[in-house]
């Protein structure tokens, strides 16, 4: 009897220590042990999509098949490759041609279906993200998409292909192949976005490529991808047309149900914007997106729209204002100083020129993540966000944590306060008017470059002549002159790549979920590094620690938090003039292009037109 209960216990001991065994061995085994295979994925939470879902609830999956929308673009193209920075493509090959491994839904700050792949899986501290590929994928010309052809695109791309590839890339430590269907990718930093940015890049066919050097542009390469779209007509430079392949692999993937309605979607360019107006008011092109709020409540009285053959369609959305005015090179020893680029606020009458420019219709950025949760608050900084900022309390600018509003003018021409108060912070900083000049401590006049892109392409270069035009005038009774130049596009992107300037346009678009790229817009790796967007030429920790906090956020609170208090050092920071913003997108088109009813709360961009409109006669 001894010996049986012996034997019993000695047999319990081993599964015991079995157990233990096989528990530590779970505890000790990386996180990908625990994780699952899911339909999505979001940036925090859980997709708002169930794993069943049918379409996207802004697409309408009834929409019939057919009909063509054309737009008009401004300039020319001479390139049919999209993913490298010589040349200049069309930008629908990319959007109709090429898909990625994910699919981003605009009714979502960050959230991503199943494209290209059935089932994405990630651990819960995201260090590495695996992509299951639908065995039905297909490229246009009927061959399979295969696990190697999406590790040569994103190896490709992110060595060789444009830079814009490259962040993300650097920080994958490793690549691999995990099954007939599988791809996974491990990650050497903490950022909790790079699960998602791997679902979002373009696979190409890697046995198009062989035998061509990818940093090549040109038209010796038409690009095969696996999208809805074909290339079908090109005219150099002048007109691409991609046509619907009736033999899409993804009609009935839920991510596509309801989109890629039309026959054919044509781009015909034209030499600038005003023309590319005029041909929509003749009929040569059928949809055109305005951006002017002046333009549009005065020039659409032409007879299409009196006869109802053409509609106005406004799109309102929830998206951060952004940046957009004159920013600030700090690069530039003239504007090194805060106080210097308050007085440079101060003396842009910002209320006179809206009014004159645009009606005072559109609202003004008052910060870069303004009109939406993320924006800044204007009192003094609190709770979450003032223990983020508080550490750097020596080093960052006044208003970051006591708060900042944008000075407002009285609306006249003249706009005495403002400038008075600007004459101030000059003498303040080392500056005084004598003789009808501004002047430094030695004597040498107080001046700088406003470098901008000529007109005729775009409303924004426009709209940018304008407003510096009657900036001058204010400035002018500061005793300061600046010299403007206006250059073609190309030497205009050859001296921002540079930060060749004083102080010029800006316009930059943010989203509801900011993250990796805000380092290419103001990391203080820019300051220094040619071709990145921080124009203004920053390079502060407390900035760079906010980005960080951002990205390592694992809560909705934390990141908002981050994002507000980034907000406050941009602003604080005096870089740009902000000008005004529009809550809502502004599209004229013909009568029988139609949309869902249900709008996407991210508005009317990327992702809405032409994706889900479809022709009804």
Same mark, same amino acid.
């Given at each position: 009897?001894?010996?049986?209960?012996?034997?019993?216990?000695?047999?319990?001991?081993r599964?015991?220590?079995?157990a233990?065994?096989?528990?530590?061995?779970?505890l000790?085994?990386?996180?990908?042990?625990?994780a699952?295979p899911a339909h999505?994925?979001?940036?925090?939470?859980?997709?708002?999509?169930?794993?069943?879902?049918?379409?996207?609830?802004?697409?309408?999956?009834?929409?019939p098949?057919?009909?063509t929308?054309?737009f008009?673009?401004?300039?020319s193209?001479?390139?049919l490759?999209p993913w490298?920075?010589k040349g200049t493509?069309?930008?629908?090959?990319?959007?109709?041609?090429?898909?990625?491994l994910?699919?981003?839904?605009?009714?979502?700050?960050?959230t991503?279906y199943g494209?290209?792949?059935?089932?994405i899986?990630v651990?819960?501290?995201?260090?590495?993200?695996?992509?299951t590929?639908?065995p039905?994928?297909r490229?246009s010309?009927?061959?399979?998409v295969t696990v190697?052809?999406?590790?040569?695109?994103?190896?490709?791309l992110?060595?060789?292909?444009?830079?814009?590839?490259?962040?993300?890339?650097q920080q994958?430590?490793?690549m691999?192949?995990?099954g007939p269907?599988?791809?996974r990718f491990?990650?050497?930093?903490?950022?909790r976005e790079?699960?998602?940015?791997?679902?979002?890049?373009?696979i190409?066919k890697?046995?198009?490529?062989?035998?061509?050097?990818?940093?090549v542009s040109?038209?010796?390469?038409t690009?095969?991808?696996?999208?809805?779209y074909?290339i079908?007509?090109?005219?150099?430079?002048?007109?691409?047309?991609?046509?619907?392949?009736?033999?899409y692999?993804?009609?009935?993937?839920?991510?596509?149900?309801?989109q890629?309605?039309?026959? %054919?979607i044509?781009?015909?360019y034209f *030499? +600038? /914007?005003?023309?590319?107006?005029?041909a929509?008011k !003749?009929? #040569?092109?059928?949809?055109?997106?305005?951006?002017?709020?002046?333009?549009?409540?005065?020039?659409y009285?032409?007879?299409?729209v009196?006869?109802?053959d053409?509609?106005?369609s406004?799109f309102?959305?929830q998206?951060?204002s952004g940046i957009?005015?004159?920013?600030?090179?700090?690069?530039?020893?003239v504007?090194a100083?805060?106080?210097?680029?308050e007085?440079?606020?101060?003396?842009?009458?910002?209320e006179y020129?809206?009014?004159s420019?645009?009606?005072g219709?559109d609202p003004?950025i008052?910060?870069?993540?303004?009109?939406s949760?993320?924006?800044?608050?204007?009192?003094p900084?609190?709770?979450?966000v003032?223990e983020?900022?508080e550490?750097?309390a020596?080093?960052?600018?006044?208003g970051?944590? %006591?708060g900042?509003?944008?000075?407002? *003018? +009285? /609306?006249?021409?003249?706009?005495?306060r403002?400038? !008075?108060? #600007?004459?101030?912070?000059?003498?303040?900083?080392?500056?005084?008017?004598a003789?009808?000049?501004?002047?430094d401590?030695?004597?040498?006049?107080?001046?700088?470059?406003?470098?901008?892109?000529?007109?005729a392409a775009n409303?924004?270069?426009?709209a940018?002549?304008?407003?510096?035009?009657?900036?001058?005038?204010s400035?002018?009774?500061?005793?300061i002159?600046?010299?403007?130049?206006?250059?073609d596009?190309a030497?205009?992107?050859?001296?921002?790549?540079?930060?060749?300037?004083?102080?010029?346009f800006?316009?930059r678009v943010l989203?509801?979920?900011?993250g990796?790229?805000q380092?290419?817009?103001?990391?203080?790796?820019?300051?220094?590094?040619p071709?990145?967007?921080?124009?203004?030429g920053?390079?502060?920790?407390?900035?760079?620690a906010m980005?960080?906090?951002?990205?390592?956020?694992?809560?909705?609170?934390?990141f908002?938090?981050?994002?507000r208090?980034?907000?406050?050092?941009?602003?604080a920071?005096?870089?740009?003039?902000?000008?005004?913003?529009?809550?809502?997108?502004m599209?004229?088109?013909?009568?029988?292009?139609r949309?869902?009813?249900?709008l996407?709360?991210?508005?009317?961009?990327?992702?809405?037109q032409?994706d889900v409109?479809w022709?009804?006669?």
């Open positions: 009897m001894t010996g049986l209960i012996s034997g019993r216990m000695a047999r319990l001991s599964l015991i220590t079995a233990c065994l096989a528990a530590c061995a779970t000790a085994a990386p996180d990908f042990a625990r699952e999505g994925i979001a940036m925090y939470g859980a997709p708002a999509l169930p794993q069943d879902f049918v379409a996207l609830p802004y697409a309408n999956p009834d929409a098949k057919g009909g929308i054309i008009g673009e401004a300039g193209f001479d390139s490759h490298i920075r493509a069309p930008w629908g090959i990319g959007q109709h041609v090429a898909e990625t994910m699919g981003r839904s605009i009714d979502e700050p960050f991503l494209l290209l792949a059935e089932s899986e651990p819960d501290d995201r260090s590495w993200v695996e992509f590929l639908r039905e994928a490229f010309d009927g061959s399979p190697e052809d999406v590790m040569w695109s994103y190896e490709t992110g060595t060789i292909g444009h830079p814009r590839y490259y962040s993300a890339w994958v430590e490793s691999e192949q995990t269907r599988s791809v491990t990650f050497s930093t903490d950022n790079l699960a998602l940015l791997m679902g979002m890049r373009p190409l890697k046995a198009q490529w062989e035998g061509h050097d990818f940093t040109g038209f010796d390469v690009p095969i991808g696996s999208g809805p074909v079908d007509r090109v005219e150099r430079g002048r007109v691409i047309s991609f046509k619907r392949d009736p033999d692999w993804g009609a009935d993937v839920p991510f596509m149900r309801g890629a309605n039309f026959d %054919e044509r781009y015909e *030499g +600038d /914007g005003d023309v590319v107006f005029e929509f !003749a009929g #040569a092109i059928n949809t055109y997106r305005e951006f002017d709020p002046e333009k549009w409540a005065t020039q009285d032409f007879p299409a009196a006869r109802g053409v509609v106005k406004e309102p959305n998206l951060p957009r005015g004159l920013v600030m090179n700090t690069r530039a020893p504007f100083d805060w106080r210097v680029r007085a440079m606020i101060l003396a842009f009458n910002y020129i809206s009014e420019l645009n009606g219709r003004r008052t910060s870069y993540f303004s009109n949760e993320l924006g800044m608050s204007h009192g900084a609190e709770g979450r003032r983020l900022l550490p750097f020596d080093q960052i600018p006044p970051a944590l %006591e900042y509003s944008l000075p407002e *003018g +009285d /609306g006249s021409i003249r706009n005495r403002n400038i !008075a108060r #600007a004459m101030e912070l000059m003498e303040e900083a080392g500056y005084s008017a003789d009808g000049t501004m002047r401590a030695e004597g040498n006049p107080f001046t700088f470059e406003i470098v901008l892109a000529q007109s409303y924004s270069a426009s940018a002549q304008n407003m510096v035009d009657i900036y001058l005038q400035l002018e009774r500061m005793g002159r600046p010299k403007v130049t206006v250059i596009s030497q205009y992107t050859q001296r921002t790549d540079t930060y060749d300037f004083d102080m010029t800006y316009v989203s509801r979920s900011p990796t790229e380092r290419y817009y103001w990391g203080s790796a820019g300051r220094d590094e071709r990145t967007l921080n124009y203004m920053v390079a502060s920790p407390a900035i760079d980005i960080s906090a951002m990205l390592d956020a694992e809560s909705h609170e934390d908002v938090a981050a994002v208090a980034l907000d406050r050092l941009l602003m920071g005096r870089y740009v003039i902000p000008v005004w913003y529009s809550g809502a997108s599209i004229a088109h013909s009568a029988d292009l949309y869902p009813d249900r996407p709360s991210g508005g009317a961009f990327t992702g809405f032409p409109w022709h009804e006669d």
